[in-house]
């Protein structure tokens, strides 16, 4: 996204706030964000903090409203982050501490999905084969620290409604004994088991870790980028492997998406993990294990999977969010 200027006295400001960055924008008269920035959650004490250093950064005033995409359920004033506790706020209290009269909190990946219909095809990369049909259900997946959801419903030709969903807390399923191995390390570890548990950062450490332990191999501390590092390069057969199963499952998954939704209009991969992987993304499972459905695959041979590469799709979400308000 490039950085533009923008009029500094009158600012509406977007954020999309995960479990590990917390992302920043100013919307210009296009409603397209601009002067992207992203700070390290671990280095501020709260969500104001950081918000209005974004804003002393840039030298710009308290913005005139405000739209913030967060990783967590969002169903009232106060809002709880799953995975970055310290950041919980209220609503109503984080309004008046930046000074903004006009504040709308979303889930990140209803965000995602707002910017999906917006999105150029530069920024998009198809995997398999497909064709979306326009004006027709879209889903949205995207494993990063957490593993976020979402699905678009076409209102009218210019309006969409995003759906507000935790569906990354559903419970996985597993096909191959070997996953089915490592499923049941999973259940005696958390009792309930979630694609989230598979589908993340963390989930990709999960998977190396159980690995390790039905092979009766040593136990290391590793971290999910040394998982994607050594998965890539074949420097760890457990990282390659565990990658293998995390592509396979999100294949399965997002077929799943696809079939709850009726998502014809195709279903789209954001996230902070799957652009990293590059090749080996589309020549893995994905695709495959997406369009096996038993009695009813033929319905998804013909829906699209793209991988989004936009590297702020959540600020382009929010500022569309805005738009609307």
């Known amino acids: 996204m490039a950085l533009k200027s923008t009029n500094l006295e009158s600012t509406k400001l977007v954020g999309d706030i995960g479990g590990t960055n917390a992302r920043f924008a100013l919307v210009d008269e296009q409603h397209n964000p601009n002067l992207a920035q992203v700070y390290p959650a671990d280095q501020y004490d709260s969500l104001s903090d950081v918000i209005n250093q974004y804003l002393h950064d840039l030298g710009a005033e308290p913005p005139t409203a405000a739209a913030i995409a967060v990783a967590t359920r969002v169903l009232g004033d106060k809002i709880d982050f799953t995975n970055n506790e310290r950041w919980s706020f209220s609503t109503k209290d984080l309004a008046a501490q930046i000074g903004v009269p006009d504040?709308?909190?979303?889930?990140?990946?209803?965000?995602?999905?707002?910017?999906?219909?917006?999105?150029?095809?530069?920024?998009l990369e198809q995997v398999g084969q497909?064709?979306?049909?326009?004006?027709?259900?879209?889903?949205?997946?995207?494993?990063?620290?957490?593993?976020?959801?979402?699905?678009?419903?076409?209102?009218?030709?210019?309006?969409?409604?995003a759906l507000n969903s935790e569906g990354g807390h559903c419970s996985a399923s597993v096909s191959t004994e070997r996953e089915m191995a490592v499923f049941a390390r999973f259940t005696a570890r958390f009792g309930h088991v979630s694609f989230e548990r598979f589908l993340s950062g963390p989930g990709l450490v999960n998977i190396v870790t159980a690995l390790r332990e039905i092979d009766g191999a040593k136990a290391q501390q590793i971290s999910p980028e040394m998982v994607t590092r050594d998965g890539l390069s074949g420097a760890d057969p457990h990282c390659a492997e565990a990658l293998?199963?995390?592509?396979?499952?999100?294949?399965?998954?997002?077929?799943?998406?696809?079939?709850?939704?009726?998502?014809?209009?195709?279903?789209?991969?954001?996230?902070?993990?799957?652009?990293?992987?590059?090749?080996?993304?589309?020549?893995?499972?994905?695709?495959?294990?997406?369009?096996?459905?038993?009695?009813?695959?033929?319905e998804l041979v013909d829906v699209p999977t793209f991988v989004i590469k936009d590297p702020y799709p959540g600020l382009?979400?929010?500022?569309r969010l805005l738009a609307h308000a």
């Open 103 to 123: 504040l709308h909190v979303v889930n990140d990946f209803t965000a995602l999905a707002l910017a999906v219909p917006h999105l150029p095809d530069s920024q």
């Open 130 to 161: 497909g064709r979306a049909k326009p004006q027709e259900p879209i889903g949205v997946i995207g494993p990063g620290t957490g593993c976020g959801v979402s699905g678009l419903i076409p209102v009218s030709a210019e309006q969409w409604r």
């Open 244 to 298: 293998d199963i995390f592509c396979a499952l999100l294949g399965s998954y997002a077929g799943d998406l696809s079939l709850m939704l009726g998502a014809s209009g195709g279903v789209y991969v954001g996230g902070g993990i799957v652009p990293r992987l590059g090749d080996f993304f589309t020549q893995s499972q994905f695709r495959s294990r997406f369009e096996n459905k038993g009695r009813v695959s033929d």
């Open 316 to 319: 382009r979400g929010a500022a």
